[in-house]
C-alpha cells in the first residue's frame, strides 16, 4: 500500500504560480511512475503530468506544456508539480497518482493509488 498526501493548493490570481507537492508513504521501496491529474466541477478527471520513477521521462496535457513542471525527489519520497502563468480554467482540485511499475501513462485508470486532492483556484 501506498499513502499519498498533496499540499500546496490555494487561491492566486491569474499569472501568478503555485507549487504542489506530494509525499508518499507505505510501500515506496517499489518503483512508482508519478502522475498529476485534476478535476474541475461538472468535468471528468484529466491528466495533468506525469514523471517516471527515475525522473528521466516526462509528460505534459497540451493545455500545460510549457508553463508546468513535474519533478520528484525519491530520497524524500516526494513529487512536485510547479505550476507557473496559471489561467483561471486551471482552477480544479489537483491530485497525485502513483502507477506501479508504470512508464508515465496518462490514462487515469492505470493508476493504482491516489491522494486526497488540494485544491487550486486562479481568480481572473
Known amino acids: 500500500q501506498v499513502q499519498l498526501v498533496e499540499s500546496g493548493g490555494g487561491l492566486v490570481q491569474a499569472g501568478g504560480s503555485l507549487r504542489l507537492s506530494c509525499a508518499a508513504s507505505g510501500r515506496t521501496s517499489s518503483r512508482y511512475a508519478m502522475g498529476w491529474f485534476r478535476q474541475a466541477p461538472g468535468k471528468e478527471r484529466e491528466f495533468v503530468a506525469a514523471i517516471t520513477w527515475s525522473g528521466g521521462s516526462t509528460y505534459y496535457a497540451d493545455s500545460v506544456k510549457g508553463r508546468f513542471t513535474i519533478s520528484r525527489d525519491n530520497d524524500k519520497n516526494t513529487v512536485y508539480l510547479q505550476m507557473n502563468s496559471l489561467k483561471p480554467e486551471d482552477t480544479a482540485v489537483y491530485y497525485c497518482?502513483?502507477?506501479?511499475w508504470g512508464l508515465g501513462d496518462q490514462d487515469k485508470n492505470e493508476y493504482e493509488y491516489w491522494g486526497q486532492g488540494t485544491q487550486v483556484t486562479v481568480s481572473s
Open positions: 497518482a502513483a502507477d506501479l
